[in-house]
């Protein structure tokens, strides 16, 4: 996993504009685009799976860190757009922010591996781009001239490295010397020379540089080298020891002494002596499923021993020194080597000129073992490759030049059965060798076939090579270094508690006037003047700023002013007093004050709201749909004009106006589903009692419900019914069937009347006959058998009967 983090400058003096395409830019927008660029380039990679994206600014910590470990692309780029320059320059405390948000994560994972050797295949390498304009470093204090990271011990750990940084974290540093004109030429592209500021003693200390942008087609071209560098591996300090290697004239052509011929670039670049001392990075091979690659650590100065109880810092990057005398590179036969290949630099430069690919320089650590001497025990060499196209690091065992021969002579000489006299040079040699290698060199043996001797040769002792004091400090570390790093995710992203700021104010001169005239009241009121004349820590409040009170996380953050108001509605939400109002523990204030880009969200807003109760057999009702109001269901096969028919709205049973459907020209056939033959089911006619309601009322009337009334008969000499009674249901829409089935029958009516217990249902079938009112004239009837006559709709294959008609159901 690569980690990259962006630290963009949010002081005021971003606010600056500057001359970009035509158009003038703040700084702080300058910045955004650029790290927008920077992902948008970095995706286009196949590499980019896996990456962690992380964001910073000058505020201070922990309110500093915008994106974290457990924060995704999209939280960063939301808090990029919110970014506003109000701060001071503190660059320090950002980068030491950087520094210890990405070291808690190693120290929680172990991979520095204190006392077991430097493995460069265990790394978590990360590129921090800091973006700037480079102006002073400004804090409450004052001014600072020189960039001091603070080197506060803030996280577990941090004690037992002497920088703030690891091995494999680069800063890199954009400094924006835009200017607010439209420049008089064209900047060519090529070179981009490093600025002045004080980040670029920083930047190459960490093995990074820094970049003095003064286009946007620079500041491009800057954002796309950086890309390309977000690659696996560590930083080195290279430095040379003992004698330089010779140097030839042009007027030689034998080479057989170790001298080599130069040209006039080499001899320019051998004559600055840049190559001989600096920061290299080697390039750590993955294998294909994206892993380190390793199997040789590289020796740690002052190891620890059993009789050690505390581990001494080290410095972040290895120094690694190399001679210039030629050898011989050595290898056997199935030893396993790692093979890195070193950045170009001077130094490659000047080995590739070399033009000699069968020789290399050996490399060492100074104080890798107990003796002083450094040139004793060897841990590799340089080599340049075949091609003489780049100069490879590789690591061998420790002091290979003593290994490899006892090695070879087991092999092949002893043939797996080792003398004592062989036993005695190898375990000379294991009292040279650190002990943090008896475990990868044990593995070494058994891949090169001596799987028996390996446990036999070399004991296991030599792995509890540390005191138990060490080894509980470390674990301990690792367990803190664990607890600080989910407090550090958890108060990522938490708001900020606003401290009112003040103007401190300074006393320029002191009052001279005499502001008492009485002489009796100046003795008194000597000791008050000097108290007037003098303001210590005397500060003028300013008003709250962007203060949004956490209303139900802390009762301490609301203004006094909205107490009872607040109170009041803290005491709603938490009795919650009426559950049909479904009040939620947010406030309706908030609802109503999100951000614009949230507004559109009403979808994920609707579908947290619980659906309300449905009736039963209910008529279909528009479904919501939100930012379209004549979007309706694709389920709902209904015609608008067609709801009022099978809901028998208000309009239609009462009022001049409205039409009857029996009136309607041309009536709409309902056509219901057909049930199977059989017995209806004996829970079919109870309903549930409902009270009739007024014809007048307004409201809609409930949905029809499927009945089939059986053996019943109503005539004008019938006995009226108790409206009260349970036998008045729900408006209903029933079928009745008859022998042919083109003879089916359609009724809807408002109100009707279940039949009572002792009516006996039909096998399936009944017959239904209509006759006509006795003579007589109209039958006056009570307003509940009106409404039953009245709102009487017979569908027979389209033809209709008049409302005056009674009903007669007979077998």
Known sequence: MRVIVFIVDTSASMNQRAYLGGRRHSLLDVAKNAVETFVKIRQRSPESHGDRYMLLTFEEPPFNIKAGWKENLETLSNELKNLQATGLSTLE??????????NVKRMETGIDMYGQGRHPFFLQPAVIVAITDGGKLAYNGGIHEELNLPMNNNIP??????EPFRWDQRLFGLVL???GTPPLESVPMGFVPRDGSPIDAICEATGGRSYAITSHSMLMQCVDSLVQKIQSGVVMYFEKIGPDPPLLTEGKDDCSSGEVLLDDD?????????????????????SAKGFAVGFWPIPEAFWPDVNTRSLAPRTAHPVIQYTCTNQNPMIIENLPFDKYEVEPCPLTQYILSRK?????WQVFVPNSYRSSESGQHPFGYLKASRNLQSVNLIVMPYNYPALLPLLDELFRVHRLKPTAEWRGHFANYLRTMPPYYATPLRRALTRMGATNLASTLIPESLDNYMSYSIVNYLKRLKHQAKVEFDRVCSEVGGTRQVVVDSIEVIPRSAFCKDFITNPNLIEKCLNSREQMNEFPGFALALKEREMRAQNFLNPFDIPRSMLLDQVARMRANFLQPSPAALTKLQDEDDVHSMPVGQTRNGREYLKRIAPPLREIESTPVRQHMFENSFKIDKQMMVDEADI????????????????????SPNPIPVRP?????GPLPRDFFFRRPFSPLSLASPSPQPSPIPMLLGDMEIRPDSPLPNVNSPMFSSPTVGRVDSEDESDSLLVIADYSIDPPAETSLLNGTSKCTLTEDPPGGNIVMPSPLQTLTENVFLSHVGASVSVNQSINFKN
């Open 93 to 102: 405390v950002a980068l030491k922010s950087a520094f210890d948000l990405l």
């Open 157 to 162: 750990g941090a004690e037992l490295t002497r």
């Open 177 to 179: 010397r835009l200017t």
């Open 266 to 286: 080499s001899k320019a670049v051998f004559a600055e002596s840049s190559w001989q001392v600096g920061r290299r990075m080697i390039h750590v091979p993955r």
């Open 356 to 360: 000699q690919a069968s020789t290399c």
């Open 644 to 663: 009022d028919l099978v809901g028998g709205s208000s309009s239609q049973s009462g009022g001049h106006g409205a039409k009857r459907p029996s009136e």
């Open 673 to 677: 589903s057909k049930r199977k033959a």
